[in-house]
């Protein structure tokens, strides 16, 4: 059974950090390309970041020098660490698989003062 599971989500102050994570079951992960989306509401769902089997990682332009995507295939999960949050960043994230099409249940990241 396919599963990605992320944890991490929460409340955070302008300025402030978080890290989001997802682990991933069911599927060759260490073949799989991952990619953290997000969706605020009453917008379309964004990719933030994508982690490539061949170690490349890309970001979205709005996300650049703040948050980074990494990757540990011993645990068959990736990890979002976001800093310098701001308000703009409120959303639900997602962590996709592109084996399968996989999706996660997501996690809500709220920033506010």
């Known amino acids: 059974q396919v599963r990605l599971v992320e944890t991490g989500g929460g409340l955070a102050q302008p300025g402030g950090s978080l890290r989001l994570s997802c682990t991933a079951s069911?599927?060759?992960?260490?073949?799989?390309?991952m990619e953290w989306y997000r969706q605020a509401p009453g917008k379309s769902r964004e990719s933030v970041a994508t982690?490539?089997?061949?170690?490349?990682?890309t970001y979205a332009d709005s996300v650049k020098g703040r948050f980074t995507m990494s990757r540990d295939y011993a645990k068959k999960t990736v990890y979002l660490q976001m800093n310098s949050l701001e308000p703009e960043d409120t959303a639900v994230y997602y962590c996709?698989?592109?084996?399968?099409?996989?999706w996660g249940q997501g996690t809500q990241v709220t920033v506010s003062s």
């Open positions: 996709y698989s592109s084996t399968g099409d996989y």
């Open positions: 069911g599927f060759t992960f260490s073949s799989s390309r």
């Open positions: 982690s490539y089997t061949t170690g490349r990682t």
